[in-house]
């Protein structure tokens, strides 16, 4: 195997090239095994590396002249900022020089590129943003919550594969459990789409497929892969963050309402740090673009160094574990046109 | 306008006759222009109506000797059980001795009930369950949350209509905003029945279409009537009740960490509780089952007195505002045929 590669498009994020080197920095001081491709702002990459004490020999810079903002309409701004840091970033995957990407830009732009310019593997007819949520055990993958509205039953048994693969091969889950997400538990309930997906999951002997998964049971965890099609995933995901960030707003309200509460919000602000640390994103890494020839990691635009660092290992593990081989092997003599 | 009545199925919850019985009687207490139809076990209702002092004259008994629980299919319960308080209840509403059912039973039975036994009002197509679902501001009528999964677009222009008016009518919102569940904010994001409704919805003179709300903005009460499809909308729903009560575990959880934790628990528990009492659903009544012949009101399995009081006041009021006869204007001419 060649050497690793990892781009960084270090413009898309609302913090600007600092913490994605400085998550850089700290990533290369964990494994010698890898190198870094910087796509960006030269003047402003040269003296961060310095700053946070970069291996020289192990960073490359590339310099992009244009930024894709979250106000650029996706395809459009894919077709036309040629020199934008995101396209810039993605060539290095399409030409092989990189084997992955990771991303803090506009999230469309992210999904258009990955497919348009990276390109589908062999066998792979969508490919699904797969991020993993918490729940009340383990974390487990929302997948798809990207761009491919409307999905068919097909499509559908290919994420359950690709999130299977990824679960089993990145987060380390034994025989992950694949469930669907369902208005029922029973076989019969559902929409169109999902029973004829569920019988099609039965089928596969390579998945370990539990059933429907009811949208209430999601946080007890009964499935490490919840299949999905875009629309309901990427409605889920983001209700998610807007009911947490409500419940949140509430506990902090209810904690300073008073000078009672302020003392009580002493005595329990640690543990209550420490106990929903895991619902924020640092150390989960990023969304993984699936079924790419390479891999694109989506990070929150907000993201800081952890999660930046967090989202190279997790890239690091995806080469080694050489989940794209695995994937394509899955899908061997499926039909790759649409 | 005769008399109101208003029938309670009194054996479909968890929590037996008594809290039904127990909340009739304070509603009887607050007005005195409806009278009760209890619908169950007639030897177990009578001691009740006496324990609890309601009002003999407003009240009248209908004996019934079966259950349906929450293990039946719902279709072929509806079918067979034909002394079930659920459908002795809804057979009230058909033959018009009663304009309202209030039931803790069976949600799929009380969907396949209404639709079957109730029947549609003139001009409407399909019949959405519309919870109301609390948002940092004020709730939300997220509308349809029931069985009607794979609606066509001029069925969810119907919701949307039919939810405008139960906002404006019963919930006293003026001119309610109405928006439509999506992944994006643009109008050309979305899957095909989503991006096929909106020009029908900015079509629409009598209602106050706001566009695109993404799931993450829900909770920050962006519209007043949130219309979806019906898996969607169940899945949100429930997902909702699932990842509150994640937060709400991890609260507890961290309250009761140490004795410290402890200390700090009983110096904010009250503030906590008053904060949090407007995501439980006691006051906000139950979920409307619109555009039957009659309403239809379906209450959480385990509501207690309270709910049930507050469901009977929402019924009064469906009533007092004619709310069916406003919907039944809104679809003069649409085609009721499917």
Same mark, same amino acid.
């Given at each position: 195997?060649?050497?690793?590669?990892?781009?960084?498009?270090?413009?898309?994020?609302?913090?600007?090239?600092?913490?994605?080197?400085?998550?850089?920095?700290?990533?290369?001081?964990?494994?010698?095994?890898?190198?870094?491709?910087?796509?960006?702002?030269?003047?402003?990459?040269?003296?961060?590396?310095?700053?946070?004490?970069?291996?020289?020999?192990?960073?490359?810079?590339?310099?992009?002249?244009?930024?894709?903002?979250?106000?650029?309409?996706?395809?459009?701004?894919?077709?036309?900022?040629?020199?934008?840091?995101?396209?810039?970033?993605?060539?290095?995957?399409?030409?092989?020089?990189?084997?992955?990407?990771?991303?803090?830009?506009?999230? *469309?732009? +992210?999904?258009? /590129?990955?497919?348009?310019?990276? #390109?589908? $593997?062999?066998?792979?007819?969508?490919? =699904? @943003?797969?991020?993993?949520?918490?729940?009340?055990?383990?974390?487990?993958?929302?997948?798809?919550?990207?761009?491919?509205?409307?999905?068919?039953?097909?499509?559908?048994?290919?994420?359950?594969?690709?999130?299977?693969?990824?679960?089993?091969?990145?987060?380390?889950?034994?025989?992950?459990?694949? *469930?669907? +997400?369902?208005? /029922?538990?029973?076989?019969?309930? #559902?929409? $169109?789409?999902?029973?004829?997906?569920? =019988? @099609?999951?039965?089928?596969?002997?390579?998945?370990?497929?539990?059933?429907?998964?009811?949208?209430?049971?999601?946080?007890?965890?009964?499935?490490?892969?919840?299949?999905?099609?875009?629309?309901?995933?990427?409605?889920?995901?983001?209700?998610?963050?807007?009911?947490?960030?409500?419940?949140?707003?509430?506990?902090?309200?209810?904690?300073?309402?008073?000078?009672?509460?302020?003392?009580?919000?002493?005595?329990?602000?640690?543990?209550?740090?420490?106990?929903?640390?895991?619902?924020?994103?640092?150390?989960?890494?990023?969304?993984?673009?699936?079924?790419?020839?390479?891999?694109?990691?989506?990070?929150?635009?907000?993201?800081?160094?952890?999660?930046?660092?967090?989202?190279?290992?997790?890239?690091?593990?995806?080469?080694?574990?050489?989940?794209?081989?695995?994937?394509?092997?899955?899908?061997?003599?499926?039909?790759?046109?649409?």
């Amino acid at each position: 195997m060649d050497r690793m590669k990892i781009t960084i498009d270090t413009l898309g994020g609302d913090n600007g090239s600092e913490p994605m080197v400085q998550g850089v920095s700290e990533a290369l001081k964990l494994h010698d095994d890898f190198d870094i491709i910087l796509v960006g702002n030269e003047q402003e990459l040269k003296p961060l590396v310095k700053k946070y004490e970069c291996d020289e020999n192990r960073v490359s810079i590339i310099n992009s002249t244009e930024i894709i903002t979250c106000h650029d309409a996706p395809v459009d701004a894919i077709r036309k900022k040629k020199d934008s840091s995101l396209v810039v970033a993605l060539n290095t995957v399409k030409d092989g020089s990189s084997q992955c990407l990771i991303s803090a830009g506009n999230s *469309g732009a +992210i999904l258009a /590129g990955g497919q348009f310019i990276v #390109g589908r $593997a062999k066998g792979v007819r969508r490919t =699904p @943003l797969a991020p993993l949520i918490p729940t009340k055990k383990t974390d487990a993958l929302l997948i798809d919550c990207g761009a491919n509205v409307d999905a068919k039953p097909d499509v559908l048994v290919q994420f359950a594969k690709m999130g299977s693969i990824y679960m089993e091969s990145i987060v380390g889950v034994k025989n992950p459990r694949v *469930g669907i +997400i369902n208005i /029922g538990t029973e076989d019969e309930k #559902g929409n $169109a789409l999902v029973k004829e997906t569920i =019988p @099609l999951l039965r089928e596969c002997k390579d998945i370990n497929f539990v059933g429907s998964i009811e949208a209430r049971d999601i946080p007890e965890g009964k499935a490490d892969v919840l299949v999905c099609e875009a629309f309901t995933g990427n409605c889920l995901l983001k209700f998610f963050e807007g009911v947490g960030s409500m419940f949140l707003a509430e506990i902090k309200g209810t904690l300073m309402s008073n000078f009672k509460t302020k003392i009580g919000a002493l005595l329990i602000k640690s543990k209550l740090t420490e106990r929903f640390k895991r619902f924020k994103a640092d150390d989960k890494g990023g969304a993984p673009l699936l079924g790419l020839k390479g891999l694109v990691v989506k990070i929150h635009g907000n993201s800081k160094n952890t999660e930046v660092r967090t989202a190279i290992e997790q890239c690091r593990n995806f080469i080694i574990n050489d989940v794209n081989g695995k994937i394509v092997a899955a899908f061997e003599g499926a039909n790759d046109k649409e």
